[in-house]
């Protein structure tokens, strides 16, 4: 054998690997899941929560992953599948409980689920205090989870080892108006700063500041360049950087969402549009130069006629990507 054939070789062989090592661009979701949140574990595993089934699917690394039901539909109360978030440090999966209706599982106060992050097997639910809305979630350094709540101007932490939620911050400053006067999608930049959002479309992001020993800071307001599509979901991409997932909620007509790239400087945001023209992106995540994300298709859900009879069957849904822009 040539050393040309032995470096061919190799190279086919780094190329397999690395194509083994990437999720492909579009991976398929059960049918009529209706997904609302998406998590990733260390080993590259996707969670994706259902907001109709009140279940958690998972797809496995792999070059034509299958989607499997992790979390049972209705396992725990679950009821609205919202936000979703891998806890790799205590074995956990955590999943906000909402309560809306358009499910096909009986409906539920709203709480904070935990399951087994291996087996979806139920292990605790955590009552929202003054009937909040659990809406998403975001981890700190010290394991701490911190949790929206859309009917109230306010921020939720769990500790470790805590027997119930609590509040972190509360603040006139994190209202925003309509029936849903509270927030939205959720970010720790750096492990200085939380970015949360309103539920309703606004023309900034709201960010508080996190202190060393874990306590709340001020409020302030970071201004963008126009009104976002009611940014449903944030991740933090890198310092600086966030990805905002604005699903359009409530802007009319069914394809108005997009995947946005946000700079931060200072009290302002620059923003950079990833895609466009999709179905209700509720929510993704990054997972190293690409981001993924679902459209949610809440329509079809929200805007039936009288009955679940009206409700299609046989919806696709699925996992889409796009790379990042380089920075």
């Known amino acids: 054998m040539s050393r040309r054939t032995r470096l061919a070789g190799a190279l086919l062989a780094l190329a397999a690997m690395a194509a083994s090592a990437a999720p492909p661009a579009v991976q398929a979701l ?5 997904p609302e949140s998406v998590a990733i574990g260390p080993d590259g595993s996707f969670y994706v929560g259902s907001w109709r089934q009140g279940a958690v699917a998972r797809l496995k690394p792999g070059l034509a992953p299958k989607a499997e039901v992790l979390v049972k539909p ?16 205590h074995q956990a999966l955590w999943v906000c409980s909402g309560n809306i209706g358009f499910t096909t599982v009986p409906q539920t106060p709203s709480a904070l689920k935990r399951y087994d992050l291996a087996t979806g097997a139920p292990r605790a639910s955590y009552a929202m205090p003054d009937a909040g809305y659990c809406n998403d979630l975001a981890q700190d350094a010290r394991g701490n989870i911190y949790v929206t709540d859309s009917l109230h101007p306010r921020v939720l932490r769990f500790t470790p080892g805590a027997a119930a939620l609590t509040v972190w911050k509360e603040d006139p400053a994190l209202a925003g108006p309509g029936p849903y006067r509270g927030l939205n999608g959720i970010a720790i930049d750096s492990g200085r700063n939380v970015y949360v959002s309103l539920v309703a479309a606004a023309s900034y992001l709201l960010r508080i500041d996190l202190g060393t020993d874990g306590r709340a800071g001020g409020v302030s307001r970071i201004e963008a360049p126009r009104v976002m599509k009611n940014v449903d979901a944030i991740r933090a991409w890198k310092p600086g950087r966030l990805v905002l997932f604005e699903s359009n909620a409530f802007g009319d007509g069914p394809y108005g969402g997009q995947v946005t790239v946000a700079r931060v400087d200072g009290a302002k945001l620059a923003l950079q549009t990833v895609v466009a023209g999709l179905n209700d992106p509720s929510s993704g995540a990054v997972l190293g130069d690409r981001v993924y ?14 009955s679940d009879a009206a409700v299609p069957l046989g919806v696709p849904f699925d996992i889409q990507s796009r790379a990042l822009p380089p920075d």
């Open 30 to 34: 059960p049918e009529d899941w209706y």
């Open 74 to 89: 209705g396992a725990n109360g679950l009821a609205n599948g919202q936000g979703v978030l891998v806890d790799a440090r």
């Open 293 to 306: 994300f679902i459209e949610s298709k809440y329509p079809l859900l929200t805007q039936r006629k009288d």
